[in-house]
């Protein structure tokens, strides 16, 4: 058994706790994930329920979007303080998805792939040697 994957927002009133490895970790490029994160790309470690037991205290506000895929996603953000944390997608709820950033030790967040790199912006530069996909990897 590892380590729980802990964190949460940056001030506290959101925590998670999730049992069990991770199922892909990529940073994701597309226009969502730009403007959520302020930056170039977000960072996420997605994990499969029930393998994963998802334990979740305090209450995130939560904002549908549809995606680049056409996939509604639900954001869940602090209301507090505006940090994301958690992501889920309507059309897979078995997916949870955290912030790789959220995480309390982040360097457990490693890159397994690039994902929507057509939208990437030249000042977005990411580690060369991570397999990148234009948009999602092929089933
Ligand atoms: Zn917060
Ligand atoms: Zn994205």
């Known amino acids: 058994?590892?380590?729980?994957?802990?964190g949460?927002?940056?001030?506290?009133?959101?925590?998670?706790?999730?049992s069990g490895e991770p199922l892909?970790?990529?940073d994701c490029q597309c226009r969502d994930?730009?403007?959520k994160s302020g930056t170039g790309h977000g960072s996420y470690l997605?994990?499969?329920?029930?393998?994963?037991e998802v334990k979740l205290h305090g209450q995130a506000a939560l904002w549908d979007i549809?995606?680049?895929s056409g996939n509604v996603k639900t954001r869940g953000f602090c209301p507090t303080c505006g940090s994301p944390v958690h992501l889920t997608f309507a059309a897979m709820?078995?997916?949870f998805t955290v912030h790789a950033a959220s995480l309390?030790?982040?360097?457990?967040?490693?890159?397994?792939?690039?994902?929507?790199?057509?939208?990437?912006?030249?000042?977005?530069?990411?580690d060369p040697s991570v397999p990148t996909f234009d948009k999602m990897p092929p089933a």
């Open 1 to 6: 058994m590892s380590e729980s994957y802990t």
């Open 8 to 18: 949460g927002c940056a001030c506290g009133a959101i925590r998670y706790e999730i």
């Open 24 to 26: 892909a970790m990529n």
């Open 33 to 35: 994930c730009q403007r």
């Open 46 to 52: 997605t994990f499969l329920r029930p393998r994963s």
């Open 66 to 68: 549809v995606g680049d």
């Open 93 to 95: 709820p078995e997916l």
């Open 104 to 126: 309390d030790d982040p360097d457990r967040y490693k890159p397994q792939m690039v994902t929507y790199h057509v939208r990437g912006h030249a000042w977005d530069h990411l």
